[in-house]
Nanobody, 125 residues
Framework: QVQLVESGGGLVQAGGSLRLSCAAS????????MGWFRQAPGKSREFVAA????????YYADSVKGRFTISRDNAKNTVYLQMNSLKPEDTAVYYC??????????????????WGQGTQVTVSS
């Protein structure tokens, strides 16, 4: 079993920054592909960013490209999402997710095996 715990959410003004963290349990964290998704009220959960465990390749949704950065620290079993130049439309609950097997479709929720409980990000205008 893998447990994921997000932190770092909060209220920020437009143009501000936040860094989300996701701490994972499990000795094999370094072999998991990791992703961040978000869900706004009344909308479906959408892909934000992902990072491969072996290559370190990163992927981003077009809506966050150039503003958000995903990274990981395997020694700390933690994945991060640095969010800069935040906009009101970034307001959502942010979830981290872990995939224990390689899946080409890193951008869909079904590619992930474990999920955190989510952390709220609110961006005021």
């Amino acid at each position: 079993q893998v447990q994921l715990v997000e932190s770092g959410g909060g209220l920020v003004q437009a143009g501000g920054s936040l860094r989300l963290s996701c701490a994972a349990s499990g000795r094999t964290f370094s072999t998991y592909d990791m992703g961040w998704f978000r869900q706004a009220p009344g909308k479906s959960r959408e892909f934000v960013a992902a990072i491969r465990w072996n290559s370190g390749d990163t992927y981003y949704a077009d809506s966050v490209k150039g503003r958000f950065t995903i990274s990981r620290d395997n020694a700390k079993n933690t994945v991060y999402l640095q969010m800069n130049s935040l906009k009101p439309e970034d307001t959502a609950v942010y979830y981290c997710a872990a995939s224990v097997n390689y899946r080409y479709t890193y951008y869909i929720t079904g590619a992930y095996d474990y999920w955190g409980q989510g952390t709220q990000v609110t961006v005021s205008s």
